[in-house]
């Protein structure tokens, strides 16, 4: 599985951003699910955003719910996380990867993308 993540730069707080994701490599299942994470300077990874690809489910940290969504478009294989509202927190790399149904840990990973926010 190849996944590229872009979209990311530098935004001003209050502004947006749409990242995305491209997949290929895998034929994806309904049961498969694609992730953002986001690593800060000096911060651990943390999770964003999840879609099943099924596009039935989402999930988002409490961090960005209300701020951010999450979307795929299947036909293309690509996996978008809109951001709005953005806050100088939210600057960080952003990674998408796949967590294959059945499976507990998200093991394909993309390049990242740098969002940087000035406040």
């Known amino acids: 599985v190849q996944l590229q993540a872009s979209g990311g730069g530098l935004v001003q707080a209050g502004g947006s951003l749409r990242l995305s994701c491209a997949t290929s490599g895998r034929t994806f299942t309904n049961y498969d699910d694609i992730g953002w994470f986001r690593q800060a300077p000096g911060k651990e990874r943390e999770f964003v955003a999840a879609?099943?690809?099924?596009?039935?489910?989402?999930a988002y940290a409490d961090s960005v719910k209300g701020r951010f969504t999450i979307s795929r478009d299947n036909a293309n294989n690509r996996v978008y996380l809109q951001m709005n509202s953005l806050k100088p927190e939210d600057t960080a790399v952003y990674y998408c990867?796949?967590?294959?149904?059945?499976?507990?840990?998200?093991?394909?990973w993309g390049q990242g993308t740098l969002v940087t926010v000035s406040s």
């Open positions: 879609i099943n690809w099924s596009g039935g489910t989402t």
């Open positions: 990867a796949v967590r294959a149904g059945g499976t507990v840990n998200y093991d394909y």
